[in-house]
């Protein structure tokens, strides 16, 4: 089945370090995504990435980096720069740069203790 | 101001009731909306997707987009238990990466 596979689901840190959240999609989809959603806050973009190599910043990408080597593979970095960085984390894709229906994969819980 | 809102609820029904749920928006560039139905812990999932104004429906589900007063709604006949959830509203005006999402409301249905 298509879709898109986040790993790990659940993951405790301790502060200071830096945590990597993997995003696989094998959907053929363009462009990539990163959102982190907290309680009464809705989604808010971190990166995004329309093509292989290229990635924009979204609105809170402080603290975070990406990579895009492969089409179907978006990881995220959580550096120790973040000031707050428990969260859910939502990995998505559109089929093209333009594309108007996003996905979502199941997430990952990342606790810094 | 958020360029969505959306009431976080918790909105309580019977089993069986109607759901209405409703987004306001103050972007009028946005085009195409969406709905996602979230379980606790769990990823969104597309529910309804429309395309300008008008009506959709499917199945149990209809959505509904007003733009000329800003404001979408999502309404769900039957509903279910399994129907509890957090609902989020999503809309795009047709440029990629400006997804906007509501904060999301939390539906509870009662057997």
């Known amino acids: 089945d298509g879709g898109i596979t986040q790993s790990p689901k659940y993951l405790f840190r301790k502060e200071g370090q830096n945590v990597t959240l993997s995003c696989e999609q094998n959907l053929n989809h363009d462009a990539m995504y990163w959102y982190r959603q907290d309680p009464g806050q809705g989604l808010r973009l971190i990166y995004y990435s329309q093509i292989v190599n290229d990635f924009q910043k979204g609105d809170i990408a402080e603290g975070y980096s990406v990579s895009r080597e492969k089409k179907e593979s978006f990881p995220l970095t959580v550096t120790s720069a973040q000031k707050n960085p428990t969260a859910f984390y939502l990995c998505?894709?559109?089929?093209?740069?333009?594309?108007?229906?996003?996905?979502f994969g199941e997430g990952s819980w990342l606790t810094v203790v | 101001q958020k360029e969505v809102e959306q009431d976080p609820g918790p909105l309580s029904v019977p089993e069986g009731a109607i759901v209405s749920l409703n987004c306001t928006y103050s972007n009028s560039a946005f085009q195409y909306f969406m709905w996602y139905r979230q379980y606790s812990r769990k990823g969104p999932e597309l529910l309804m997707y429309t395309y300008s104004s008008g009506n959709k429906e499917d199945g149990r589900f209809t959505a509904q987009v007003d733009k000329s007063s800003k404001y979408i709604s999502l309404f769900i006949r039957d509903s279910q238990p399994s129907d509890s959830a957090t609902y989020l509203c999503a809309m795009n005006p047709d440029s990629w990466g400006k997804f906007q999402f509501g904060a999301g409301t939390q539906v509870v249905v009662t057997p």
């Open positions: 998505a894709s559109t089929l093209s740069p333009r594309g108007n229906t996003i996905y």
